[in-house]
């Protein structure tokens, strides 16, 4: 897959240029395990769906179910493999078996690991959920952490909790950087009700913005719920006409 496939990295110029026009925001639903899922996510207009491979995850599947599930994507629809930890040669594994795949980094992999597997990859931010920006001298670098990743096709951010992935948790998007130079993916707690405000607080601060969800369309953990799925993606267009809107009004005459 070349850079150019992948849908959350458009090639789109300095940090807030995409929240000053008409850019679609993309989106993923991640934690896939059903065919009838896998559709509801296409109908929907998702741009691309991500399957577990973390096995203490109850969202977890099988390289091998992951394949099954991927061949029903129609062309321009991007799985995504999420790894935790895995050795290079369970990467490179299922990477056979989906070849148009895109890496999801999710835990301590260091920079040099994300390369291993010779794939795109966006590589996961675990974003403390309580910072203070005044006191807490010690607040997560989140500029150094782009650098450290350059390779990444982008950054997603997650809330830091116990264990790996968000548990369904936001984090405080107001003390993200004012602007990065970044093609960022904001994950975490999004649900239908709150993914609106999400994009309108974090897209004028980067590159450009994809949205990652999870248990915010589910109905319980692993299976999803196709309203739910139509829901999100709706809210997450209200944000770009607001946005759009935004852009008019603020466009010299």
């Not at 990444?152 to 998007?173: C, P, R, S």
């Amino acid at each position: 897959m070349s850079p150019a496939s992948n849908p959350f990295q458009p090639d789109l110029g300095a940090p807030g240029e995409a929240s000053r026009t008409g850019i679609r925001t993309r989106i993923k639903i991640c934690g896939l395990t059903r065919e009838e899922d896998v559709d509801a996510a296409v109908a929907a207009g998702a741009d691309a769906v991500g399957f577990v491979m973390y096995e203490p995850s109850p969202r977890h599947v099988t390289a091998e179910r992951a394949a099954e599930l991927a061949r029903r994507l129609p062309p321009f629809v991007t799985p995504v493999l999420l790894f935790v930890n895995a050795p290079a040669i369970k990467i490179i594994a299922a990477c056979a078996r989906i070849p148009s795949a895109l890496l999801q980094f999710h835990g301590d992999e260091s920079p040099e690991a994300c390369l291993q597997a010779g794939r795109p990859f966006m590589r996961a931010a675990r974003i403390p959920m309580n910072e203070n920006p005044i006191v807490d001298g010690a607040r997560f670098d989140l500029v150094k952490y782009i650098k450290d990743f350059k390779a990444a096709q982008a950054i997603l951010l997650d809330a830091h909790v116990e264990g790996y992935g968000g548990g369904g948790k936001t984090f405080n998007w107001s003390l993200l950087p004012p602007s990065v130079n970044a093609h960022l993916v904001l994950s975490g707690g999004l649900t239908p009700a709150n993914v609106t405000d999400g994009i309108l607080q974090v897209r004028p601060r980067c590159k450009t913005l994809a949205v990652d969800v999870s248990s915010g369309v589910e109905i319980t953990k692993g299976i999803k719920s196709a309203d739910k799925i139509n829901q999100f993606v709706a809210a997450v267009r209200a944000a770009d006409d607001q946005l759009a809107k935004n852009h008019v009004r603020l466009s010299p005459a």
